[in-house]
C-alpha cells in the first residue's frame, strides 16, 4: 500500500488541487434577494398537492390539504402520477390538469411532455403559415364536408371536450383535416341530444371500413366517441405511436413533436385562456374563430406528423411492431378502459378501518419499545430514536442530508436483532396501504359507471410494457398477505358475472432460453420441469429430488437477477449470503447455462456495432450510452441492452394475446369482457354461462400470440373467483 501511494505521490497532490474549491471567484451579491417574504399560501398549497407534502403542507399552512375527487386532476400519457392519479409533476403540454368536472376544453393530442426534454425554437406558425380552416355549423355545411371526406381514404381527426379524463367528457367539437394546412372544425353545443344529432350525421363516415383514421393518442378520441355510441370501423394511425417505436425514449408532445419535425409551433392554450390557476377562463370563453384555428390545427399538425413518420417506420425497421402490435391494440384498450372495473366499497371501508386499527397498535408498540412518543412519520426523529437514544447501530450510515437512513433495507436488516424494526417495517406498509389504495380507491368510482376505470398508455415505458394510470392497477401490492388482500375489493359486475384470471407463466425465463438457445435451460422447459428446481440442481451440483428449499430460493433468485444484471454484490445483499459465496453461486451458474453467457456477450456487442438492441417482433431501444467512457454509464447501457429484447418480447407477447382474445371474442360474440393487463396477467368479467367456453379460446391465444424460437413451449394459467383475489 506504502509503494502504491509513493507511486501516486503525483497524481494525489493533483486530485487534491482539483477537489479544492476555489473560494475567490468574483460574485454578485444581493441582500434584498435572501430577505424573507410573506409565503403565497395558493401557490404553496399548489405545489404541496402536487407534490404529495401533506404533513408538510399542514405545518405550514395550518389546513389540510388532501385533494378531493372534484379538485384532483386528471391525466392523460404526459402526467407523471402517483398510484391514485394525483399530478406529481408539472404537464409540459398544450394542456391542462383541470379537474374532469369543468368546463375547460382540452385536445386529444395532450399527450405527452417534452421530447427527450430539448427545447426547440420553431420558426412558423399560425401567424406566418398560409392555411384555410373552416368552421362548419349548419347541417348542409356538415353533410358538404361528410361528402369530401367520404371519397377520401385517410383523415387526420381530433376532438375538443371538457375534461382530460375520457370517460367523463362532453364532446365540444370535431376537426378533420385530408390536406395540409387546410380543415374543418365542427362545434358540438352543451346539449347531449344536440351532440348526439351531430354525430348521427356522421355516423356513416366513423363506420366506413375503408377509411383510415389519423390521430394523436387517437386511444382518447375513440373512447369519447364511445360514450356517445360512435366507434370507428376502419383502421387507425397513431402519430404518438409512430415516433414511440420510432424513438422509445424520452415523451412525445404534440407540441414538441411539430416543433422537432415540421419547424412549426402550435397555439398554446394559454393563449387562448390564460396559465393554469384560479384566473384561468375556458375555451367556451373563446371566440368561434379562434377556438376553430386551435382545433383544427391540432388535426392539421397531426397529419403532417403522419407523413413524417410514415417513412421512418420504414427505414427504422419498425413496422412490423407497430403494424401488428401497437396499432391494433389501441381499439382493444379502447373497450378494456370504457369497461372498468367493479369494486365493493364495503369491503375497503371494513378493511380501511382493521389496518387503521393494526397500524395503531404498531404504533404504539414503536412507542413503548423507545420509551418515549415522537413523530413516527419523520424520519429524522425517528433515526435519532433509534441510533442516537437506543443505539441500535453504531455504524449507522447518514443520508446527504445529515440525517440517519431508515429506510426498508436499513430496518430490514436490524429487524432480526430489533423487535422496534418489524413494528415500525408494520406501521409503514399497513398505512401505505390504508392511505394509498384502501381510502384512495374509492373515490376514483365513475358516477356515470359505478366503476373504477384506469387508462392504459402504450407510449411510456421504453420495454414496450404498456402502464396504468388513475388509477395505476399495476401497483397494486402482491407481496404481502395485507397486500394481497386488497384484490378482493375488486369483483364482477354482477351476480351473473364471476371474475377469470390468466397470467404467463415464467414468460420471461422462457423467453431467456428461447433467444439464449442454451441446451440446459431450453431443456427444463421443454421436460416441464421446474425451472428453479433445475437451476438449483445444476448449481449447487445435487439430483433435483436432493434440492432442498433454499437452493430452490437461491437458485431462483439468480434466474431473475441474473437477466438484469445482477452481479455478486446485488445477490449477496439479496440473498443475506456472503459476497463470496454469492460469487461462487454466480460463476457456477454461468458453467452450468452456458448460453446465458454466450447471449449477454453477443447482445451487448450487437449493441455496440449498431446502436440498438431488439425484440423477436422487431421493437428496439437505442443505447447510445452502450460505448460511453464512463464505466458506471456504460454498465447501465449494458444492463439495458441484455434486459430490454427479454421484457420487449414479454411485452409484445401479452400484447398480441389481447389482440387475439379481443378478436376471438367478438367473432364468437361473447358477452364477457376483457378489463385489465397486470403486468403478465388479464383479468375478465365472465358471464358464468360462458366461462368454459371462453377459458380455451383466452388460454389458446396467450400460448399461440408468439412462438419462441427454440420450440421453447409457453404456458399460462388461469383461474375463476368470486373476486381478483380469489381468481389470481
Request: proline share 4%; aromatic share 8%.
Amino acid at each position: 500500500m506504502g509503494e502504491k501511494i509513493r507511486a501516486g505521490k503525483e497524481l494525489a497532490i493533483m486530485s487534491k488541487k482539483l477537489a479544492t474549491i476555489i473560494i475567490n471567484v468574483p460574485t454578485e451579491f444581493h441582500e434584498e434577494n435572501f430577505r424573507i417574504k410573506e409565503m403565497n399560501r395558493e401557490a404553496l398549497k399548489e405545489v404541496f398537492l402536487e407534490l404529495e407534502f401533506k404533513a408538510l403542507g399542514k405545518r405550514l399552512l395550518g389546513e389540510e390539504i388532501t385533494p378531493t375527487t372534484d379538485d384532483r386532476p386528471q391525466a392523460t400519457e404526459n402526467t407523471q402520477m402517483d398510484l391514485f392519479g394525483n399530478v406529481v409533476a408539472p404537464q409540459k403540454n398544450k394542456g391542462t390538469n383541470k379537474p374532469a368536472g369543468s368546463s375547460q376544453v382540452l385536445s386529444s393530442g395532450e399527450d405527452l411532455g417534452e421530447v427527450s426534454g430539448e427545447v426547440i425554437a420553431a420558426e412558423k406558425n399560425i401567424t406566418n403559415t398560409p392555411h384555410n380552416y373552416i368552421v362548419a355549423q349548419t347541417t348542409e355545411q356538415i353533410s358538404a364536408i361528410i361528402s369530401i371526406l367520404q371519397s377520401v381514404v385517410a383523415i387526420s381527426f381530433d376532438t375538443e371536450t371538457t375534461s382530460i379524463d375520457a370517460n367523463n367528457a362532453e364532446l365540444v367539437g370535431l376537426s378533420f383535416c385530408i390536406t395540409p394546412g387546410e380543415g374543418w372544425y365542427v362545434p358540438c353545443p352543451p346539449e347531449r341530444e344536440k351532440t348526439i344529432a351531430i354525430l348521427n350525421q356522421f355516423k356513416p363516415l366513423f363506420e366506413k371500413p375503408g377509411i383510415t383514421w389519423i390521430g394523436q393518442n387517437i386511444k382518447y378520441d375513440m373512447l369519447v366517441l364511445k360514450w356517445y355510441g360512435i366507434e370507428l370501423k376502419g383502421d387507425i394511425f397513431d402519430t404518438l405511436l409512430a415516433h414511440y417505436v420510432i424513438e422509445p425514449e424520452g415523451k412525445r408532445n404534440m407540441d414538441a413533436l411539430s416543433a422537432k419535425y415540421l419547424g412549426y409551433q402550435p397555439v398554446s392554450i394559454t393563449e387562448l385562456i390564460g396559465k393554469k390557476g384560479k384566473t384561468q377562463g375556458t375555451m367556451r370563453d373563446v371566440e368561434l374563430e379562434v377556438i376553430k384555428d386551435y382545433a383544427v390545427e391540432d388535426a392539421d399538425v397531426t397529419l403532417q406528423l403522419k407523413n413524417v413518420f410514415l417513412p421512418q417506420l420504414k427505414e427504422k425497421e419498425v413496422e412490423k411492431v407497430f403494424y401488428e402490435v401497437e396499432n391494433p391494440l389501441v381499439k382493444v384498450l379502447t373497450d378494456m378502459e370504457c369497461e372498468g372495473i367493479k369494486i365493493d366499497e364495503a369491503f375497503l371501508k371494513e378493511y380501511s378501518q382493521l389496518l387503521e386499527t393494526d397500524a395503531k397498535k404498531s404504533e404504539e408498540s414503536v412507542y413503548e419499545q423507545a420509551g418515549l412518543r415522537f413523530n413516527l412519520a419523520s424520519p429524522k426523529q425517528l433515526g435519532e430514536v433509534l441510533f442516537e437514544k437506543m443505539q441500535l447501530d453504531p455504524k449507522a450510515k447518514k443520508t446527504k442530508t445529515g440525517q440517519y437512513a431508515t429506510g426498508e433495507d436499513v430496518l430490514a436488516k436490524l429487524a432480526k436483532e430489533h423487535k422496534i424494526c418489524d413494528d415500525i417495517l408494520a406501521f409503514r406498509e399497513l398505512t401505505k396501504l390504508k392511505n394509498t389504495y384502501v381510502d384512495a380507491l374509492p373515490l376514483l368510482v365513475n358516477a356515470k359507471t359505478g366503476r373504477v376505470h384506469t387508462s392504459y398508455a402504450q407510449a411510456i415505458a421504453v420495454t414496450g410494457r404498456l402502464s396504468s394510470v388513475t388509477p395505476n392497477l399495476q401497483n397494486i401490492p402482491i407481496r404481502t398477505e395485507r397486500g394481497r388482500e386488497i384484490r378482493k375489493a375488486f369483483i364482477p359486475r354482477d351476480e351473473n358475472h364471476i371474475l377469470v384470471s390468466a397470467d404467463y407463466s415464467q414468460i420471461e425465463l422462457r423467453i431467456v432460453a428461447a433467444i439464449s438457445g442454451d441446451v440446459n435451460m431450453v431443456e427444463a422447459f421443454r421436460t416441464g420441469t421446474d425451472i428453479h428446481t433445475a437451476t438449483a440442481a445444476k448449481v449447487f451440483g445435487v439430483e433435483a429430488a436432493d434440492v432442498t428449499k433454499e437452493m430452490r430460493y437461491k437458485a431462483k433468485s439468480v434466474n431473475f437477477g441474473i437477466i438484469y444484471g445482477q452481479g455478486a454484490f446485488g445477490l449477496a445483499e439479496n440473498l443475506r449470503i456472503p459476497r463470496s459465496e454469492a460469487k461462487e453461486i454466480i460463476d457456477n451458474y454461468k458453467k452450468q447455462f452456458p448460453g446465458i453467457q454466450k447471449y449477454m456477450d453477443d447482445t451487448i456487442n450487437f449493441c455496440i456495432e449498431n446502436g440498438y438492441v431488439q425484440t423477436l417482433m422487431g421493437r428496439k431501444r437505442w443505447l447510445r450510452d452502450i460505448t460511453s467512457a464512463n464505466f458506471t454509464v456504460r454498465g447501465y447501457a449494458e444492463r439495458n441492452a441484455i434486459n430490454s429484447p427479454i421484457q420487449g418480447a414479454a411485452a409484445d407477447m401479452i400484447k398480441l394475446a389481447m389482440i387475439k382474445i379481443h378478436k376471438a371474442f367478438k367473432q364468437y360474440n361473447f358477452k364477457s369482457k376483457m378489463l385489465l393487463q397486470v403486468h403478465d396477467e388479464l383479468v375478465f368479467d365472465a358471464r358464468k354461462d360462458e366461462v368454459e367456453q371462453i377459458k380455451p379460446v383466452i388460454l389458446q391465444s396467450m400460448k399461440t400470440a408468439m412462438v419462441l424460437p427454440n420450440e421453447v413451449p409457453v404456458e399460462a394459467e388461469i383461474g375463476v373467483g368470486a373476486n381478483w383475489l380469489e381468481a389470481h
